[in-house]
């Protein structure tokens, strides 16, 4: 099994939504653009990006929405050593069609209170709904990994909860962990780097907002 070195996560960079939420009343959630400062956020982790990859080669998964599609075309990665596939399960947690501004800040409130990870949005998705598509395409991942001719990097273009889902799901963390971490900032990165013992480990952990609250213990 040829597994990667690395595996980076990237959120995307600020989007329309992102600055005014009004906007999703008036456009499809995954047709919003990057915003000026958006685009320069996925040039700079760009930046980054060239250089930890050098001349390496990288398998790229990517969100199907518009601002995923813009900041991977902003990082400017050289096309002759990419392999870029569109993963739906990557995308942003459904909210429904055609948001109501009011009722989704409603609803917001509600997942508040009730728990990111099992609050359901009406038509839509809780953050449990989208652990499990994570999942699924972690399993397709590892799959990957079995072709001995596997790029030595995997970069990943999604969402803020895709991104703190897919590492609760690589390793192991339990719902209370996982509520008590924040989304990651726009065009930020995380890195899960292949160690010499053969495991993953984090460069660095997501900011956490309050201590976890579990109702037992595990390990």
Known sequence: ?????RIVLVR???STGNVDDSVYEREPDHALALTER???QAEATGERLRELFGGERVSVYVSPYRRTHETLRAFHLDPGLIRVRE???LREQDWGNWQDRDEVRLQKTYRDAYGHFFYRFAQGESGADVYDRVGGFLESLF???E???HPPNVLIVTHGLAMRLFCMRWFHWTVAEFES????GNGEMRMLVLG???KYTLDRPFDRWRDPEPYGITG
């Open 12 to 14: 995307h960079g600020e």
């Open 196 to 198: 010499d013992d053969g």
């Open 38 to 40: 958006g685009r320069r």
């Open 181 to 184: 971490l924040s989304n990651p």
């Open 1 to 5: 099994m040829a597994r990667p070195r």
């Open 87 to 89: 993963e739906p399960r």
């Open 143 to 145: 799959r990957s990994f």
């Open 147 to 149: 072709d001995p001719d």
